[in-house]
């Protein structure tokens, strides 16, 4: 089981940026698989999921509005689209699985800063 996030970079308040992570070795389609955070000094946090019969069950109340999940199970990826930045939420975010236990991609910082 692999997850490769990326997409995350330096943008200022109120821009947008997308997030992908494109996975292997599970059958993505029946997978409950979403979006985690973690800013310096915190801990991590849920964003957005998708339940394992494909449906979106969960956004954090912070991001609802402005964040979007999606996902191509042909191109076998998970997006985050993230609109309306703000500061707070720069974080390290991941993509995780859960199958028998938690997998875990590497992470890809956002920064939002003017």
């Known amino acids: 089981v692999q997850l490769q996030a990326s997409g995350g970079g330096l943008v200022q308040p109120g821009g947008s940026l997308r997030l992908s992570c494109v996975v292997s070795?599970?059958?993505?389609?029946?997978?409950?698989i979403g979006w985690f955070r973690q800013a310096s000094g915190k801990e991590r946090e849920g964003v957005s999921c998708?339940?394992?019969?494909?449906?979106?069950?969960y956004y954090a109340d912070s991001v609802k509005g402005r964040f979007t999940i999606s996902r191509d199970n042909a191109k076998r990826r998970v997006y985050l689209q993230m609109n309306s930045l703000k500061p707070e939420d720069t974080a390290v975010y991941y993509c995780?699985?859960?199958?028998?236990?938690?997998?875990w991609g590497q992470g890809t910082q956002v920064t939002v800063s003017s």
């Open positions: 998708f339940n394992s019969r494909g449906g979106i069950t």
């Open positions: 070795g599970f059958t993505l389609d029946d997978s409950a």
């Open positions: 995780n699985v859960r199958l028998s236990r938690n997998y």
